[in-house]
């Protein structure tokens, strides 16, 4: 199903889990970037991956109308190849993809 | 669905966390909120403090091979701790979807009928509900939603 805007008890419920203060973060399945824009500006750095062109064209978009959303890179891939090096990152999160 | 943990594996470093966030296999089901007599209307802004709303549960929703994907998923991450991963842990919530009217509702059906379908007799169910909430109703579709930290071994 589409998904919408996070509810507070979807982002609270990531949170119990995880803190992404200071980390590397690899978003794998990342869509319009409904995920990445509430907790990528806590994050070192934010690469939110999907394979669906429009689906990063509307998170462009999006960083284009509130720039302070532009610290998520966005990138068209498959989390099934990715061409990062090794090691590189501290959280891989699969946001409603690995199904 | 392998080849996709196996990648996260890769590119972690020691230590570092794979989380997922992916519906589970429970069918998607219905139910009907009203705020108490006298309460704040626009619950949906609340719908993390649940004691000031009523809800009906209508029923389930039909689904055909959508929740293979969903199931899939929760195999791929239990085939983790087979591939360098412990569980740190796992948690569910609510996923819900706000409908004012039920024609909203069936027009969000029709546009996503590869996911779920409603009977007939769900939606009568759903429209006596509606009609008997004492203030203003919403339906609500609920799909239960797991969030899962795996850690990666050194």
């Known amino acids: ?6 509810s507070d008890l979807e982002l609270k419920t990531i949170r119990s889990l995880v803190g992404f203060s200071g980390c590397r973060v690899l978003e794998i399945g990342a869509g319009d970037g409904r995920l990445s824009w509430p907790f990528a500006p806590e ?8 394979p669906d062109a429009d689906e990063i064209a509307a998170a462009r978009t999006e960083q284009e109308r509130d720039k302070e959303k532009e610290k998520v890179r966005l990138a068209i891939g498959d989390g099934r190849a990715l061409c990062f090096p090794a090691g590189h ?7 409603w993809s690995l199904c | 669905m392998l080849s996709a943990v196996a990648e996260a594996r890769r590119v972690l470093r020691p230590h ?20 108490e007599y006298g309460a704040v209307d626009n619950f949906v802004e609340h719908a993390d403090n649940l004691a ?53 509702f069936t027009e969000y059906l029709e546009d996503n009928e590869k996911h779920a379908r409603a009977s007939d007799e769900l939606l009568e169910r759903a429209l006596m509900a509606m009609k008997e909430a004492v203030t203003t109703p919403k339906l609500v579709m609920v799909q239960r939603t797991v969030v899962t930290a795996l850690r990666k071994y050194v």
């Open chain 1, 43 to 50: 994050a070192a750095q934010w690469i939110a991956l999907d």
């Open chain 1, 89 to 95: 990152f501290d959280i891989a999160f699969f946001t």
């Open chain 1, 1 to 6: 199903m589409p998904l919408a805007t996070p």
């Open chain 2, 52 to 104: 000031a709303i009523c809800r009906t549960p209508v029923g389930w929703l039909e689904h055909d091979e959508s929740l293979q994907d969903f199931t899939a998923a929760t195999d791929a991450l239990a085939e983790a701790l087979d591939q360098g991963f412990s569980l740190q842990r796992s948690t569910t919530f609510d996923y819900r979807y706000f409908f004012d009217t039920l024609d909203e």
């Open chain 2, 16 to 35: 570092g966390i794979m989380l997922d966030v992916h519906p589970t296999g429970e069918p998607t089901h219905l139910e009907v909120w009203h705020a």
